[in-house]
């Protein structure tokens, strides 16, 4: 490309392909301008899938330990780009498959001969399989992305991936439908059984939405009572079938404890989000939806 070709042309970039750190360069809008081999081996996205578009456009999507969206804000790139100050930081990028990759990454400003800023460079390794750390990176990606009581995924993760399917759908214009399930009487079932039973009644209920639900499915525990499930292209009238389907189902499981049996009882809701709809938006529509339940 012709943009590339001016701002890297004073660079001899070649032994950047003989990398094992994942390498590309961006201009001062954030346009990624070049990518390296090593770039396409820890992401899964090759050269030709990003050069010319922008890094932030729902690619890598970075995040850190709290599941905060670095692309939007607190971008380590975007800072650099900003003020030439050096950035290094740990955070975890999204892979072309879908899952978390945990990386370091290390921020330059790229300048031209005269010193004008021109864009910035990001170096990134891939954290996964190093023995130095690897332990505390992999603690780090469960505590932000997984509920630490039933081991489904947590509200950071759903907020992240219903981030991606939100623009789908406007680049489609295929709605998705949102399930809202609730336990309703958890305060019975600890009363009675004790907290340890109520986190069973969590799991078995993920466990039934997992086994009711298909590979594209996003579905998670969305707060302390609430699973959320989010099912692409859908319509209205369907959509009531699958509410219905996952709240009887759950309900046909009981929580037995020394001799004593509680039914789960669960309150459900659910809507289909329209191409209109922004993000932001969605998320209201969800807390309203969640207080009728």
């Known amino acids: 490309m012709e943009q590339e070709s001016n701002v890297l042309s004073e660079y001899n970039i070649s032994f950047l392909e003989h990398l094992d750190e994942g390498v590309y360069f961006v201009d001062r809008n954030r346009q990624i301008l070049y990518w390296n081999q090593a770039a396409e081996k820890i992401t899964g996205y090759l050269k030709d899938e990003v050069v010319g578009i922008c890094c932030w456009d729902n690619l890598l999507m970075h995040v850190d330990a709290d599941g905060k969206n670095l692309c939007k804000f607190g971008c380590?790139?975007?800072?650099?780009?900003?003020?030439?100050?050096?950035?290094?930081?740990?955070?975890?990028?999204h892979h072309k498959e879908g899952h978390r990759v945990?990386?370091?990454?290390?921020?330059?400003?790229?300048?031209?001969?005269?010193?004008?800023?021109?864009?910035?460079?990001?170096?990134?390794?891939?954290?996964?399989n190093k023995a130095s750390g690897s332990d505390k990176m992999?603690?780090?990606?469960?505590?932000?992305?997984?509920?630490?009581e039933t081991g489904f995924s947590n509200q950071n993760y759903l907020k992240m991936k219903l981030n991606a399917l939100h623009h789908e759908m406007q680049n489609t214009h295929m709605p998705y439908g949102v399930v809202l399930l609730k336990i309703t009487n958890n305060k019975q079932i600890v009363t009675a059984l004790g907290q340890a039973a109520y986190i069973r009644a969590l799991k078995m209920a993920g466990k039934t939405?997992?086994?009711?639900?298909?590979?594209?499915?996003?579905?998670?525990?969305?707060d302390e009572l609430v699973f959320a499930?989010?099912?692409?292209?859908?319509?209205?009238?369907?959509?009531?079938?699958?509410?219905?389907?996952?709240?009887n189902v759950i309900e046909k499981s009981a929580i037995i404890e020394n001799g004593s049996m509680i039914e789960v009882k669960i309150s459900a809701?659910?809507?289909?989000?329209?191409?209109n709809d922004d993000l932001p938006a969605m998320m209201n529509r969800i807390k309203e939806y969640i207080v009728r339940i």
């Open 102 to 128: 945990p990386i370091s990454v290390r921020v330059l400003p790229l300048e031209d001969w005269e010193g004008k800023l021109v864009g910035a460079i990001e170096i990134f390794t891939d954290e996964t």
């Open 76 to 93: 380590p790139v975007s800072a650099t780009v900003n003020d030439k100050q050096v950035r290094s930081a740990n955070v975890f990028l």
């Open 209 to 222: 939405i997992a086994s009711l639900s298909k590979p594209d499915y996003l579905f998670g525990r969305w």
């Open 138 to 148: 992999r603690e780090l990606a469960k505590l932000a992305f997984v509920d630490e």
């Open 229 to 247: 499930v989010f099912i692409p292209n859908i319509r209205e009238n369907i959509l009531n079938i699958h509410q219905s389907k996952y709240k």
């Open 269 to 275: 809701v659910s809507f289909v989000a329209q191409p």
